[in-house]
């Protein structure tokens, strides 16, 4: 893995990322669990008088190995996790890009009070889940690609400021030219993820 200098407010957990440094430094400690590691970063992110709450997904992304398939049950953090073996992270690696745009501008708000969370489109991201998931077991990574496009498509849908108008341009040229493309973290700007068979 070749670190990167991650921007801030792109989409990459940097926020998370500055709170396991001031817990434990560069290095996760080897004598917790992955599991509990995630649960101590979520406790500390996320302080009883915390307006939002940082969402577990992205202690768990950095803290679990691998990649993972999670099932929440109304609660913040899941009680089902499920994890792909060697070979398919191996398989998954070589189609597995990042595409730096720009960060999100102080004042830009990605939950802007348009969301919609209704039961049709909170089930329909679920069931894109379902199908990403599946295709990933399958190492099928043409329909992978288009669901890449969906999911992100799906989480517009639910959350109008997950792509701002900056960021639409440059995930229409992406799409265009490779096998699908989505936003980062809470989206809006920065990283995009890039399922490519040629990345130039």
């Known amino acids: 893995i070749k670190p990167i200098n991650a921007d801030d407010r792109s989409g990459l957990s940097s926020s998370t990322t500055k709170v396991i440094n001031k817990i434990f430094g560069p290095c996760l400690p080897k004598h917790l669990a992955p599991i509990e590691l995630a649960k101590i970063v979520f406790a500390v992110e996320n302080p009883p008088d915390r307006k939002y709450i940082s969402g577990v997904v992205d202690q768990l992304g950095i803290c679990l190995p691998g990649i993972n398939r999670l099932y929440f049950d109304n609660e913040y953090f899941p009680n089902f996790i499920e994890e792909s073996d060697f070979e398919v992270r191996k398989w998954l690696s070589k189609y597995t890009y990042l595409k730096q ?6 004042g830009y708000e990605v939950f802007d009070g348009r969301e919609n969370f209704s039961c049709k489109n909170v089930s329909e991201l679920s069931k894109l889940g379902d199908r990403v998931w599946r295709c990933i077991q399958d190492k099928d990574i043409l329909s992978l690609g288009s669901l ?3 999911v992100h498509d799906a989480q517009k849908q639910m959350i109008p400021g997950h792509e701002s108008n900056y960021a639409s341009k440059i995930l229409r040229g ?27």
């Open 101 to 106: 745009t720009m960060p999100r501008p102080k």
């Open 148 to 150: 890449l496009n969906k």
């Open 174 to 200: 992406i799409k265009n030219n490779h096998l699908g493309a989505k936003l980062m973290g809470a989206g809006g700007y920065g990283y995009a993820l890039v399922l490519s068979e040629n990345p130039e």
